[in-house]
């Protein structure tokens, strides 16, 4: 089986969408490499509560791009803007993910982004 | 052998060029340790079709970048700008292998870049 | 357990925090996953002289990011500004850590980001 | 003993100063945390030729940055600009490495950063 089991991300924050195009935005971006669909538990880590939870899906040999600001791509889990959290990833078969940032607040772009940790 | 088979990017996205110098652009950066030519075959995964594949070839000791709008480094194959896709590269021989891309549309130049998830 | 117990960050350099807001900071963004409080040894390392340490603790399932300019984050240490230096964290149950940088000179956002290197 | 021997950069690119403050520039930045100096090989890798190697020490519990720019930084060696190369260190003692660049092209300050791939 190709890809790990578990993924982490500490470092989580949803920016403000600013008024241009391309908006700032942020993506847990997952890649199923393999032949069945992953089943993947998506774990978000606050600072001062206990973790929220829920379910995403991904194809055999597809990528699939969670906006973090789209309840749809987030089991219907509306993410607060502009708060710490930490993400972790569990699913049933190998993925391999990446999470990636955009901030445009001044106006200009930055980028942010990081391979996760993994392990099985 | 140094260096692993079979590399991972989730995040893949071709942004536009813009007007100025240096363009908007990706690479996908390869370094081949080993004193054997590396036989690469490219997959590109997609959200909503079956992956595309081609090969393409790292001497020894040498490091090889290839932009992924210029057709002669992607073995033919024309990607499309500003739609989601991931990577894979698998090897015959150990290699290193990291992302980069640079965005100018706000003009400012922003990067972008991610080592791979690797595997043998 | 999950995660790793000592993790590595060799790029520390604090920015000047700039007239705007958000301000030129750093941080070391630590993730919990588990059911135990994590004390975390943080040791800095610079280019001509014996390392610093002091510790914090990371509540179980939390995620904390220590700001590196906030003395109460760093165990009433006051880091220099522009000064380079390195970071391990070594905790007593595993965590996940990953560095952040803001630097707003010119004036805009640029990012900066890494995964550590961790071991157990 | 902690860290690793051996660290890869594919992507490295030292770019042009420009006419601010802070200049554009690149770093790898070595953190020793063992309690012996460590002596550490640098082999630089490129498209068209044989590699070029030199060495550079770093002393016990410090972090070293070499500019790569600096020629007293790099064993002597004068890296051309705007030129794509690749970088392996070899070290005879475990050691932590990451690189770092600046571009102010444009004339904003852009960051790219990556770990490195490491092994034994």
Redo the contacts between chains.
Sequence with gaps: M???K?W????GELPPPGD?D?QGHE?I???N?NSEEARVEVAL????K??DRFNVDVEP?????LRTNVTTDMGGFELPREV???I?LTSDVGI???Y????????????????????D
């Design positions: 190709a890809g790990k578990t982490y991300f500490p470092d241009g391309p993506s971006i997952i890649l490499p880590y606050w600072a001062d206990a973790p040999e597809r990528v699939r791009c710490q959290y930490g972790r391999v993910a990446q990636g940032r955009l901030d445009v607040r001044q106006p200009n772009m930055a980028f942010y982004t990081t391979p996760g940790y993994h392990e």
